[in-house]
C-alpha cells in the first residue's frame, strides 16, 4: 500500500497527464528526488523544509498539504483541528488533500467566480440531502 505522499504524488500526476520530470523542474527539485518521494516505500526522515516547498509548488498544492502527507510517510501522524460544525456536519477532515486544494484554489478566484462556486457547492449538497 502506497503511503500519504506517494498517493498525493501520484494522484497528482495522473490528475495532471504529468511526469516526474514536470513536477521537478516547476518545483526548482531534482527529478531524481520526485521520484524517489513517489516510488519509495517507506520515507525514513522528513525531506528538508527546500524539498517540501520545491514539491508543492511542483505540484500546485499547498504548502501544508504536501509536509502532512511527508509526515505521514515517516510515521509522524499530523493532527489538524476541524471546526466543531464541520466536524459535526460530517463534512471531510481539515486534513484532506483535495480540500486543501479546493480551499486554496477557490481563493485564487475573482469574487464572482466565487459565488458561482459557492452556489454549485450549495446545489450539490441540497441534491444530496435530498437523496439521503
Known amino acids: 500500500m502506497a503511503n500519504a505522499l506517494q498517493q498525493l504524488i501520484r494522484e497528482r500526476l495522473d490528475r495532471k497527464s504529468w511526469s516526474y520530470g514536470d513536477v ?12 524517489h518521494l513517489a ?9 528538508q523544509a527546500a524539498t517540501l516547498e520545491g514539491l508543492a509548488k511542483g505540484l500546485e498544492l ?4 504536501v509536509r502532512r ?3 505521514e510517510a515517516c510515521g509522524i501522524h499530523v493532527y489538524g483541528a476541524p471546526s466543531a460544525t464541520a466536524a459535526d456536519a460530517g463534512a471531510a ?8 486544494l479546493l480551499i486554496a484554489s477557490v ?22 440531502a435530498r437523496e439521503n
Not at 477532515?93 to 486543501?100: L, R
Open 93 to 100: 477532515p481539515a486534513t484532506d488533500p483535495e480540500v486543501d
Open 62 to 65: 499547498p504548502l501544508d498539504t
Open 107 to 128: 481563493q485564487k478566484l475573482s469574487s464572482d467566480d466565487r459565488r458561482h462556486v459557492a452556489a454549485l457547492v450549495e446545489s450539490l449538497l441540497d441534491r444530496s
Open 39 to 47: 516510488t519509495a516505500d517507506r520515507v525514513v526522515r522528513m525531506p
Open 24 to 35: 521537478a523542474r516547476r518545483g526548482g527539485i531534482p527529478r531524481s528526488t520526485v521520484h
Open 69 to 71: 502527507a511527508a509526515a
